[in-house]
């Protein structure tokens, strides 16, 4: 008798409640929706939104942080979706040898990073382990920091090894994510940029 599935929506909420990233003078393009056509003057709704190409859950293609970094496009569809190795942030942060504390991965092209904690600091060597494996997209529960390196220090270090990178999760939901199940991420189809706004989902 097979086990029902359970789908999980990692997504979070485009509204106005929605945080818009912001550090120092820099912030990020507001999300603004408001009416365009209306049921009374045209017969139909139809509404207009703008936001900027890294607001709520989203993937940053490697030219985010990179100047010759592949933009969106580039990466293949069959990379958005498939099994995922779940990789515990935390566990790897304090460890001298982390290849052991990876050694579940076994050739998923999706890894779903976690932090239990909300948010893990991990050493150069434990980033750079990962960055050794072979997938192309990695999932990003909770934050990350880097020892020794700067507030972007791991962003870049992904983009430079050509990872695409999904990150702002819907942190609740993330939670409830378990080893063995497949991801679905599915950003607009949008071509030139460094990323787009993502719909995400777990199944298992």
Not at 20 to 47: C, N, Q
Not at 80 to 107: E, F, H, R
Not at 161 to 176: M, N, R, Y
């Amino acid at each position: 008798m097979s086990r029902e599935k359970e789908i999980i929506d990692l997504t979070r909420s485009l509204d106005q409640d929605l945080e818009i990233y912001s550090a120092g003078k820099y912030e990020d393009p507001k999300l603004t929706l408001k009416p365009w056509a209306s049921l009374r003057e045209e017969g139909f709704r139809v509404s207009q939104v703008s936001l900027g190409t890294q607001t709520g859950t989203h993937i940053d293609a490697p030219s985010h942080f990179t100047e010759d970094g592949a933009t969106l496009e580039q990466f293949p569809v069959r990379g958005l979706l498939g099994p995922y190795c779940w990789i515990n942030l935390d566990t790897i942060s304090g460890s001298a040898n982390p290849g052991g504390q990876v050694s579940a991965y076994k050739g998923e092209s999706i890894l779903f990073l976690a932090s239990p904690r909300g948010h893990a600091k991990i050493t150069k060597n434990a980033l750079f382990t990962l960055c050794s494996l072979p997938a192309g997209l990695w999932v990003l529960s909770g934050s990350v920091s880097v020892e020794e390196g700067d507030p972007f220090y791991f962003n870049r270090a992904a983009a430079e090894h050509g990872i695409f990178l999904v990150e702002d999760l819907e942190p609740e939901a993330s939670k409830q994510v378990k080893p063995g199940g497949k991801l679905i991420a599915l950003p607009l189809k949008l071509s030139g940029v460094s990323g787009a706004p993502c719909r995400v989902v777990v199944i298992q």
